[in-house]
């Protein structure tokens, strides 16, 4: 005699699956039968964003802390680079960090052939790399890092990262997301780094000494020093 099997009405999101009514069977049966009875997963429904206002969300989300950065990538001979000012450290074992980029890049083909990419921070008081790379992608040369001096590389990693940077990493690949909004994000496994004389050179240079609130500049944000703490001051002034 066959089995008799009860049918569960789920909602839209599901389709009709049916169990057997005998509950105590259930442990006779092959895992693969239990599978076939075992709900889907919950299909996503359309993003809710787009039906809130946007611009009540904008003063707030500026004031999370952006940098500076060149996201660069190279396969075939041809080498490009791309201002970025969204990069997270996401994991530490193993050091891996995450890009934001608005889709429709110039890098997109490149990074998913290579499966690789660079990232350099660029100093504060940069003006060449930022001029060059603010211009349209259709107004750049071939090879835009043609002239500049490049951080040196083994051949297996080997991205142009300009040398007039603060800092800078190489990464491989590990996953490329479509979050179904304006920008994609590349998740990066960290190969290799290092620190750049212009790192040095600027002693506010990190990323959290940048962060800047807004309505306030960077010259109040900035920690006192010695010579003005007001000890010192009526020191001066007796």
Known sequence: MGASFHCLSTSDDFPPVRFPLDCSRWSQ???????????PPMRMKAPTCEDSDQSQHRDVLQRLPRGRFLLTASHGGTRQGLL?????????????????????HVLSPLIRDSARFGLCELAP?????TRLFTRSADLLDDDPFLGHALVPLEESHLQPIPQCGATWLAC?????????????????RVITSGMLPAASAEPNSSARDRKIIPGRSEEALAEPTEDS??????????
């Open 29 to 39: 049966l092959p895992a693969f039968c239990l599978s076939r009875w075992s709900l």
């Open 84 to 104: 970025v000012d969204r990069v997270q450290h996401c994991a530490d074992d193993p050091p891996t960090i995450a890009v934001s980029v608005k889709k429709g």
């Open 125 to 129: 008081s940069d003006r060449i790399i």
């Open 172 to 188: 491989d690949l590990l996953r490329h997301l479509d979050i179904e909004s304006d920008y994609e994000l590349y998740i990066g």
């Open 229 to 238: 703490t007001p000890t010192n001051r009526k020191r001066a002034t007796a």
